[in-house]
């Protein structure tokens, strides 16, 4: 059952229908409590919805982060067309509102897509009527540069990211006042979220870049089966998980002891547009595909083992090389550092020079990126073959904070203390 051809209180087809439950009451609670709606709009008992049911969007920390990764991105970073502070308020509130609203399988606004004044612009732009919620979980951030545009001072690790050997950034794929980050199962659910947020953002907001994703590259729950990146090998096998929150707390979470109070229990995403030479790898053999990778084609195993989540082996003379990607970017290479990767491949459209435009949409959370990011990515840059095959061509960091209580909206704590 889908959310189209409900027929609301007042009369009409109003609204998509709230359905979908990942299971038992929490999937309904994120539905049916949520704020925002109007009356009559209350949540609906629905068979199980296989493309994810509704993911609860207030919570301690933000969803999207170690929600179980879904099947597809839409991410976009805005620059604020302003630099009055209430008019940021008055965005965020109905960013938030109409979050809210998508997460739980609803059009953005009431009265939706078709049940208003003809003579007006409906209040939703139609293209997920029908849809179920799909999963779907929009994660908000905010860049060093909204910091500096109201005055207001950026946290130390959100200072900007040095320069990494090899970067090819192009500004058209970095940096950003603010990003949005949309997950689903379904990509025309997360397109209509971000398509929603943007034009309610008219005004305030202007799009500076975006970027659409498919076959998530990380896996973020020990339930799910690790995908493969447009290398064709699993990635995500060895990355943070949601069930180990000792190492989340560790890694990702920022404790309430660290940078600014509207930080605690947030987190930072860092942000690389990848861009991988695939013709170029794929002329290349499976044995150096295998170790430059350090790990095996078919089971993921690392070189020297048989199964995937078999604990690599980094000692010096172990078969994985010293310019091997995984021993690199490993916590023993970092000084212990860890990071949740998140990323996404992407394929747009063709270079110019006959090849495909591919790659990795690199998505990454962790509690400081210049203690954990910046280490392995001066690795990687300096010794990690793999560069030859891939340019980094867009960079952003964003301050990720906490999950919203009841009644709270995006951003409060940061704009009003
Ligand atoms: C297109 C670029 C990239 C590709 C194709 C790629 C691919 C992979 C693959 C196949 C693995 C092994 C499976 C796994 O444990 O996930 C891996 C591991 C990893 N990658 Fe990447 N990666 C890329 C970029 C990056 C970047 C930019 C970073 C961070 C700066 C990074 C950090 C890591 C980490 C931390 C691991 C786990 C290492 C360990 O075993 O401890 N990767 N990557």
């Not at 779907?136 to 005055?151: A, P, Q, W």
């Not at 002891?257 to 860092?270: C, D, K, N, R, S």
């Not at 840059?381 to 904070?401: C, L, N, Q, W």
């Amino acid at each position: 059952m889908t959310r189209s051809g409900l027929r609301g209180i007042g009369g009409g087809v109003s609204r998509r229908r709230l359905l979908g439950w990942t299971g038992a009451g929490a999937a309904l609670a994120g539905a049916g409590a949520v704020a925002g709606f109007a009356a009559g709009e209350s949540a609906q008992e629905a068979p199980p919805d296989p493309s994810g049911g509704v993911v609860p969007f207030r919570g301690p920390h933000q969803a999207g982060i170690v929600t179980p990764a879904q099947d597809r991105l839409h991410f976009v970073a805005l620059d604020l067309t302003t630099t009055d502070r209430r008019a940021v308020i008055s965005l965020l509130q109905r960013w938030t509102t109409a979050a809210e609203r998508m997460t739980a399988g609803a059009e953005a606004a009431p009265g939706g897509a078709v049940n208003r004044n003809p003579e007006a612009p409906p209040s939703d732009t139609g293209e997920a009527l029908g849809l179920p919620a799909a999963a779907l979980t929009i994660t908000f951030g905010i860049g060093g540069t909204l910091l500096d545009k109201l005055g207001i001072p950026r946290p130390p690790e959100l200072a900007d990211l040095p320069p990494f050997q090899q970067d090819q950034l192009d500004p058209a794929f970095s940096g950003g006042d603010l990003c949005l980050q949309a997950c689903a199962n379904d990509p025309q659910v997360a397109v209509h979220a971000v398509r929603n947020l943007v034009r309610t953002g008219f005004g305030t907001t202007a799009v500076r870049w975006s970027q659409l994703g498919f076959g998530r590259t990380s896996s973020t729950s020990t339930a799910q089966q690790t995908h493969r990146n447009l290398f064709g090998f699993k990635d995500g096998t060895n990355n943070l998980k949601a069930e180990e929150g000792a190492l989340l707390d560790e890694h990702v979470w920022v404790p309430p002891q660290q940078g600014p109070p509207w930080m605690a229990g947030g987190t930072y995403l860092v942000a690389r547009r990848i861009s991988m030479h695939v013709e170029t790898w794929d002329r290349t053999s499976l044995s150096e595909q295998e170790s430059l990778t350090g790990r095996t084609k078919g089971v993921g195993a690392p070189i020297g083992q048989a199964q995937e989540f078999d604990v690599p082996n980094l000692a010096p003379d172990s078969p994985i090389g010293t310019d091997a990607h995984i021993r690199l970017a490993s916590a023993q290479n970092n000084g212990g550092a860890r990071i949740l990767r998140r990323g996404y491949n992407f394929v747009d459209g063709s270079d110019g020079l006959g090849h495909l435009n591919a790659g990795l949409f690199f998505v990454a959370f962790m509690r400081d990126p210049h203690r954990q990011f910046v280490p392995m990515q001066s690795q990687l840059a300096r010794f990690d073959k793999m560069m030859e095959y891939i340019d980094h061509t867009g960079s952003a960091v964003f301050a990720v904070p906490a999950g919203l209580g009841d009644g709270d909206y995006w951003g409060r704590t940061v704009l009003e203390g």
